[in-house]
């Protein structure tokens, strides 16, 4: 039986890491022909994927991980200019390393033959690696359709325009969506003229050069945006989401003390009657934004958990770096007069939070990953979009899908406004009625997103045809180097 092994260069930051991390598993439980091999990029960015690395070692005997040798990162001012351009310069430093590595694999006459690379958004531009070693790349995309749509046509844009999006430019036509999309909803780099743009329009002119993409969506929930894709010039589209990880092994390191603390509390309340506010790894706010989040839980009078990140003087995650007490930010008092009715931490485990009974609304940055965990659960979302691509993503679920309820679509973590209590209370009234539309198609997506991935499915489909790809490569498994 003809083996193959595929190469996966995911970025370290969690909501990349996890997932592509989580998609290998499933290609190698669906098809044991394969394994996988994991180039993992160390960075100081995101430090936290040692203990989930020996976790998975542990439990995935056809996949192992390969340490790249770290390489310094660039100048820091840079991050504040761009954080995109950042990341995309420090990734771009590993690829000698990269190559190094997959050379090293090929020349090896005992290994299993090499079928391809597996890259992550920032990584495409190691798809030069891949030609000169005569291998096929697929994209594996951890956003959605709808985000697929707006990288591709970002060379066009460029082509035409040259430079950066303005706030004042007119809505897009987009053919992954079904309506003009506003400036303001795309995600900020594309307006950076720091470095962000020209990373983002780098990144998108090597789209269409992937053998493959494979996007973390399901076709039933973007039908429009997958649909647009079969236009003749767009490499093959294979939907094979939704990708989660379900047993929550990424955070089975994570402080124990404080999930059961929070499991317990869960299980004391009534069914479908706690807000859950969870905002990302990167989803901060400060005390202002704090007090005003405080105030508007306590006037919708819902029962809430909160997981709650500050951000401190030194610009780092956790508390204040002044000493001050979560108790002196909060107004005063708020924690007495809550009581037992909400629950405050500073990690929760998103998604065994999110399949709890207890929760019936979630208040969410919209990362993709999120969207896709709320789905799968049928928990309506209240929209609170901070960085990235989440304003894009939050605009797809309220005005293309009708899944969430709007509370905003184009507010920024970087612009310092801050949302008040009343925005909040409302936000929160709407996303946790009982009989609302939003909730009734939720849950009816979220049945189509379990039935996507089963046998038959259309995600199971979708995946069979890319292992078919995969193995009837001309140029497998005949792609091997001599030293």
């Not at 995309?141 to 430019?169: K, N, V």
């Amino acid at each position: 039986m003809k083996k193959a092994e595929l190469v996966f260069v995911p970025t370290p930051g969690a909501g990349h890491y996890i997932s592509a991390v989580e998609f290998a598993k499933r290609l190698i439980h669906t098809d044991d022909r394969f394994s996988v091999t994991l180039l993992h990029m160390r960075s100081s960015l995101h430090p936290h994927t040692d203990p989930y690395n020996t976790s998975l070692l542990a439990s995935e005997t056809h996949l192992r991980i390969i340490d790249l040798p770290p390489v310094d990162p660039p100048p820091s001012h840079l991050i504040h200019k761009s954080v995109e351009h950042y990341i995309l310069l420090y990734f771009e430093s590993f690829i000698p390393h990269v190559k190094d590595a997959i050379t090293h694999l090929m020349s090896n006459p005992d290994s299993v033959p090499l079928a391809g690379l597996v890259l992550d958004f920032f990584c495409l531009p190691m798809i030069d690696v891949a030609k000169e070693l005569g291998l096929p790349s697929y994209l594996y995309l951890t956003s959605g359709a709808g985000f697929l749509g707006l990288m591709l046509y970002l060379p066009t844009h460029h082509s035409q325009i040259g430079t950066e999006f303005e706030d004042s430019d007119p809505d897009l036509e987009l053919r992954s969506f079904v309506n003009p999309v506003p400036v303001r909803v795309l995600p900020e780099a594309v307006s950076n003229k720091h470095g962000g743009y020209a990373a983002y329009i780098k990144v998108a002119q090597r789209f269409r050069e992937a053998r493959g993409i494979i996007v973390n969506t399901f076709s039933e929930l973007e039908p429009y945006a997958v649909e647009s894709f079969a236009d003749g010039q767009t490499p093959p589209v294979y939907t094979v989401g939704p990708v989660l990880d379900l047993g929550g092994q990424a955070h089975s390191c994570s402080d124990r003390v404080d999930h059961g603390k929070i499991m317990g509390w869960l299980d004391a309340q009534p069914e479908s009657s706690v807000v859950f506010l969870c905002f990302g790894s990167m989803g901060t706010f400060d005390a202002p934004q704090v007090r005003e989040i405080a105030l508007g839980l306590e006037r919708s009078g819902h029962r809430f958990l909160w997981a709650l990140r500050l951000l401190r003087l030194d610009g780092k995650l956790g508390g204040s770096s002044d000493g001050t007490e979560l108790s002196d930010i909060l107004p005063e008092g708020f924690l007495d007069r809550i009581g037992e009715r909400g629950m405050i931490c500073e990690w929760a485990p998103q998604m065994e939070a999110l399949s709890h009974k207890s929760i019936g609304g979630f208040l969410s940055h919209c990362g993709w990953n999120s969207i896709l965990e709320s789905i799968w659960n049928s928990v309506p979302v209240a929209t609170w979009p901070m960085y990235a691509e989440q304003q894009l993503n939050a605009f797809g679920l309220v005005k293309e899908l009708g899944l969430a309820v709007e509370m905003r679509l184009d507010y920024r973590q970087i612009g310092g406004e801050v949302v008040m209590a009343e925005e909040i209370d409302g936000a929160i009234r709407c996303v946790m009625e009982h009989d609302s539309m939003v909730r009734k198609k939720v849950k009816e997506m979220g049945e189509m997103s379990r039935r996507a991935v089963m046998d038959g499915g259309s995600s199971s489909k979708s995946l069979g045809r890319l292992i078919a790809d995969i193995m009837n490569h001309p140029q497998f498994p005949t792609n091997t180097v001599t030293n």
